[in-house]
């Protein structure tokens, strides 16, 4: 009787192991950002913003009220990326976004700011709940008003900038980026 009971206990216990296995594994897939819906680069200088130039300055708050300015950052690699809490593949970036900033921002010199569009975006307790429930520690700022997507031309989202030490624009990306497209555009700028 006994032989039996652990016989079953040992069956149950792979049961356990193989179906937490395959949920992480489906975790893991459902994070994953398909290759096919990669964010997309965009040409510079055919119109509107160019290669090279300096990245139009900004002064945005957080939800604490925290002011950043741009042209502050000069010095480090900046990761610009409009974003919104109802866009999709903008949830789809957000863990990747997070997890490049964890393991490599500070060794590489970046700085991620991830700029809300609140004005079309409703509360900001639904812009604080978005930013809870993915953890995300590195800075999101309020955009309450449409100029700044003007200024940089911001038609999709998720659109991400990628802007050098000097403050230069390098890169315009449409579309979610994950953390190897992100370690590969940071690494090319200087």
């Not at 976004?97 to 809300?116: D, H, P, R, S």
């Not at 100029?147 to 890169?171: A, C, E, N, W």
């Amino acid at each position: 009787m006994k032989k039996k009971t652990i016989g079953l206990l040992i069956v149950m216990l792979l049961v356990v192991i193989m179906l937490g296995t395959y949920i992480k594994k489906q975790i893991e897939a459902s994070e994953a950002i398909n290759d096919s819906t990669l964010g997309y680069e965009m040409e510079l200088g055919e119109e509107g913003l160019e290669r090279g130039q300096i990245a139009p300055d900004f002064t945005l708050k957080t939800l604490s009220g925290e002011s950043y300015t741009l042209s502050d950052l000069k010095g480090k690699k900046v990761i610009l990326n409009f974003w919104a809490t109802w866009c999709p593949p903008c949830k789809e970036e957000m863990p990747h976004l997070q997890e490049y900033y964890e393991k490599y921002a500070e060794e590489e010199n970046v700085e991620i700011i991830g700029v809300n569009l609140t004005y079309t975006d409703g509360s900001r307790e639904t812009i604080q709940h978005f930013i809870d429930s993915y953890e995300l520690t590195f800075p999101i700022l309020l955009m309450e008003e449409d100029k700044l997507s003007s200024t940089y031309q911001v038609l999709t989202i998720p659109s991400t900038f990628m802007i050098d030490s000097k403050g230069r624009i390098q890169h315009h990306i449409v579309g979610p980026l994950n953390q190897k497209a992100l370690k590969k555009y940071a690494s090319s700028l200087d």
